[in-house]
């Protein structure tokens, strides 16, 4: 099985920040929220843990799987998608100004300026991420779990079901919830 969990709450997600690489670690919610994971999925199965190098992925992986033998390693192609001079942002889906918005609201017609990672390059390295390291384990009968952030882990969720751009984030991705993806 292949599952993704995005990380709990941080203070900028409280603040409607836009953090992407900023690496902003989980506030006391977070920890709750990944303490309350940690019960809620007891029962599953993980063979191994993906994880994001950021410390709010992180620190949700090691909560989530505290006194379980379950490895954690960091690959840096789970980092979540950079937003340049943008990150820190607030409000974003208020400010039609600023062009990460567009993100959101239309990421097909996304364009990255200002040092921003573009959405083809976000879905190209979580795709080879997948073809090189989780598909394979899957493929195995292992059972791997992938701890992220929003914008990377509706990346995996398109690579694994073929959503087109449009649909980049139907899926949903709340913090702490387990999402099984095969």
């Known amino acids: 099985m292949l599952y993704i969990m995005r990380h709990g709450k941080t203070d900028w997600n409280l603040e409607y920040k836009l953090q992407g690489g ?4 989980l506030n006391d919610m977070g920890r709750q929220m990944a303490a309350e994971a ?5 029962d599953v199965h993980f063979d191994v843990c993906y994880c994001s ?9 090691e909560i989530l799987l505290k ?7 960091i690959d840096d192609r789970l980092i979540e998608m950079g937003f ?19 993100l959101f609201f239309n990421p097909a017609g996304y364009k990255a300026v200002g040092g921003a990672e573009s959405i083809e390059s976000l879905i ?11 598909y ?3 493929k195995e009968g292992k059972d791997v779990l992938i701890v992220g952030h929003g914008a990377m882990n509706s990346a995996i969720i ?20 387990l999402i099984t993806l095969i």
Do not use: S
Request: charged share 35%; with cysteine; net charge negative.
């Open 84 to 102: 340049g001079i943008y990150e820190g942002t607030e409000h974003v889906f208020d400010k039609p100004e600023c062009p990460v918005r567009e």
């Open 158 to 177: 398109g690579n694994v079901w073929h959503k087109p751009l449009e649909k980049f984030w139907e899926t949903g991705i709340e913090n702490c919830k």
């Open 124 to 134: 190209a390295r979580t795709g080879d991420f997948l073809e090189e390291i989780a």
């Open 136 to 138: 394979p384990l899957v």
């Open 22 to 25: 900023t690496d902003i670690p």
């Open 53 to 61: 190098p950021l410390v709010r992925a992180r620190e949700t992986a």
């Open 38 to 42: 940690r019960e809620r999925y007891k």
């Open 67 to 73: 006194d379980r033998d379950v490895p954690i390693i």
